[in-house]
């Protein structure tokens, strides 16, 4: 039978802390273990995940440092969510022109011009919700265009 560190009680084999002092016994279970992870640190889902969500701050990062630069997963995601929000961008300028042009018609240019910011403000979040589901999922989906040229950057070494 096992007796107390501290004040030397007997213990049942089973005990966690010593009846009479409250001390702990040094025995009980194991810490529990997490998940696998593919590195230290965040896995692979949740970094592809955050290259959307963190853009471009947690694409650029996931590049540059390791290990998340050398996961072909993590590397497509960042690479196509640098690219999406570049095509974005253009877009966005593209609406800008139109829509200032648009807006000089009295009443209806304004109409469609903010509806037309609306539409682009909502498919840009639909997207990137989208692509953070697929990427969360542990999925490559590629975009048209732009999955093509992160795929082959991907796998470069």
């Known amino acids: 039978m096992a007796t107390c560190l501290k004040c030397g009680a ?49 694409s650029i990062f996931f590049l540059l440092v390791g290990p998340y630069n050398k996961d072909r997963f993590v590397r497509f995601h960042a690479y196509q ?14 609406l800008s022109i139109l829509t200032a042009i648009v807006g000089l018609i009295p009443i209806l240019g304004w109409l469609v011009s903010s509806i037309a910011w609306i539409i682009f403000a909502i498919c840009l979040l639909v997207l990137a919700v989208f692509m953070m589901s697929k990427a969360y999922n542990g999925e490559r989906y590629k975009l048209p265009v732009i999955g093509d040229v992160s795929f082959r950057n991907a796998e470069k070494a």
């Open 81 to 94: 969510s640098l690219l999406l929000g570049v095509a974005a961008i253009a877009v966005g300028f593209a």
């Open 10 to 58: 007997a213990l049942s084999s089973d005990a966690v802390f010593c009846s009479s002092c409250g001390s702990p016994t040094g025995a009980g279970a194991p810490p529990p273990t997490g998940p696998g992870l593919s590195f230290p640190g965040i896995a692979a889902n949740v970094a592809g995940l955050l290259c959307y969500l963190l853009w471009p701050v947690a």
